[in-house]
């Protein structure tokens, strides 16, 4: 049979993915951390995103969340759930606008006043 690294590399994220949200301890893997921590250190790097529906939300809440002291995670959601995220160096207009250059235009921004907000939603203008 010939190798399918593609179905490999799949199978090792959906338990690398189960490992991380579950409450399996890493020890219950039966593998050396060595192991584990070479075949999953690619799996730090997938940067997920919510699927695209083309749907339009009549309402959007955005704001940004410091990770630590290097990282903001700025993040847009509907009242029910997260719709979109980027993550940038510091809140700004062009990040703000990296962010919603994903997102059709909604009838109702809520956020909080930032500049970079105010200034990047001219996309939808």
Not at 58 to 64: A, E, S, T
Not at 66 to 91: F, H, Q
Request: proline content about 7%.
């Amino acid at each position: 049979t010939k190798p399918r690294p593609d179905l490999a590399q799949a199978w090792l994220l959906d338990r690398f993915v189960a490992w991380l949200v579950g409450k399996q301890s890493r020890v219950e893997l039966n593998l050396p951390d060595r192991t584990w921590r070479d075949q999953t250190a690619w799996c730090w790097q997938v940067a997920p995103m919510p699927p695209r529906t083309g749907e339009v939300w009549p309402v959007i809440l955005l704001d940004g969340i410091r990770i630590g002291s290097m990282m903001v995670c700025l993040i847009a959601r509907t009242l029910s759930y997260v719709i979109g995220w980027a993550w940038a160096g510091w809140e700004s207009s062009n990040t703000r606008q990296i962010l919603l250059d994903q997102l059709p235009a909604p009838v109702v921004v809520v956020c909080d006043g930032q500049k970079g907000i105010l200034l990047a939603r001219n996309c939808w203008l």
